[in-house]
């Protein structure tokens, strides 16, 4: 745990700042969260918890979630539910520095620190924001990531859309004619959650495609994460 973290006056004033106030408490909290609490590291890369969260901030899981989601929208922060790694893109630029000379002795420590983390979905994505701000061009991408992670909290293109494969039964997922019943009314409906639902699914099916089993109990993580209720999840498993 750090003994200290940098906030800068302009967390409230600057353009960001206002971005996040006008987005609420919850994820303006949530914000000065994820720059101090004891899990986070001078990269702005890091293991958290959603339970964690909830514990040191006195936020429920939905205004949590809600409070990730909105970080997400602004490009603050981004968060992987499946991992639980956080990832806040300009974090670096504010505990270490904006830039680094190309003889700082700080770039070794980065460096063995961010080997930890070549398995995390964002270390592509950390290399590609300060490759040349702190001077990591003798650091391999890992290929295993083919392209950027993209946060489950950004909208989809179109509603609708990746409903991905393999979702097997359990969470009114079903089979057969039900399921694209199912699928028909989730892409027709006006309603925001269910269009939420029918992305995260996708997403969450993309995730196991690759031969990972389908565990319900952890797709409604990724779902309550996503920002869909808990209500909802309930009225789906009971009408299924």
Same mark, same amino acid.
């Given at each position: 745990?750090?003994?200290?973290?940098?906030?800068?006056?302009?967390?409230?004033?600057?353009?960001?700042?206002?971005?996040?106030? *006008?987005? !609420?408490?919850?994820?303006?909290?949530?914000?000065?969260? =994820?720059?101090?609490?004891?899990?986070?590291?001078?990269l702005g890369l890091y293991y958290l918890p959603?339970?964690?969260?909830?514990?040191?901030?006195?936020?429920?899981?939905?205004?949590?979630?809600?409070?990730?989601?909105?970080?997400?929208?602004?490009?603050?922060?981004?968060?992987?539910?499946?991992?639980?790694?956080?990832?806040v893109p300009e974090m670096a630029s504010y505990?270490?520095?904006?830039?680094?000379?190309?003889?700082?002795?700080?770039?070794?420590?980065?460096?063995?620190?961010?080997?930890?983390?070549? *398995?995390?979905?964002?270390?592509? /994505?950390?290399?590609?924001?300060?490759? /040349?701000?702190?001077?990591?061009?003798?650091?391999? &991408?890992?290929? /295993?990531?083919?392209?950027? =992670?993209?946060?489950?909290?950004?909208?989809?293109?179109?509603?609708?859309?990746?409903?991905?494969?393999?979702?097997?039964?359990?969470? !009114?997922?079903?089979t057969g004619k039900r399921k694209r019943e199912?699928?028909?009314?989730?892409?027709?409906?006006?309603? *925001?959650?269910?269009?939420?639902?029918?992305?995260?699914? !996708?997403?969450?099916? &993309?995730?196991?495609?690759?031969?990972?089993?389908?565990?319900?109990?952890?797709?409604? &993580?990724?779902?309550?994460?996503?920002?869909?209720? &808990?209500?909802?999840?309930?009225?789906?498993?009971?009408?299924?």
């Amino acid at each position: 745990m750090r003994n200290y973290a940098r906030i800068s006056p302009k967390f409230w004033i600057g353009e960001t700042g206002k971005k996040l106030r *006008k987005m !609420g408490s919850d994820t303006q909290l949530l914000a000065l969260y =994820l720059l101090s609490c004891p899990s986070s590291t001078m990269l702005g890369l890091y293991y958290l918890p959603l339970v964690t969260i909830c514990h040191e901030t006195g936020l429920s899981e939905e205004g949590a979630s809600k409070g990730l989601r909105r970080a997400s929208e602004g490009a603050f922060a981004y968060y992987d539910p499946l991992s639980e790694y956080v990832f806040v893109p300009e974090m670096a630029s504010y505990q270490i520095e904006p830039v680094l000379n190309s003889g700082d002795n700080r770039i070794k420590g980065i460096k063995k620190e961010l080997e930890s983390l070549r *398995k995390t979905p964002f270390f592509n /994505d950390f290399l590609d924001r300060y490759r /040349d701000d702190f001077h990591l061009h003798d650091v391999p &991408k890992n290929e /295993d990531l083919s392209k950027p =992670l993209r946060s489950p909290f950004e909208a989809p293109s179109k509603p609708g859309t990746g409903t991905g494969t393999g979702e097997g039964t359990g969470t !009114g997922e079903g089979t057969g004619k039900r399921k694209r019943e199912e699928d028909d009314f989730l892409t027709k409906s006006k309603s *925001k959650e269910d269009k939420l639902y029918l992305q995260l699914r !996708g997403e969450y099916g &993309k995730k196991v495609a690759g031969g990972k089993k389908w565990d319900d109990a952890e797709f409604e &993580k990724f779902l309550i994460t996503g920002g869909v209720s &808990k209500q909802f999840i309930d009225q789906r498993q009971n009408n299924g």
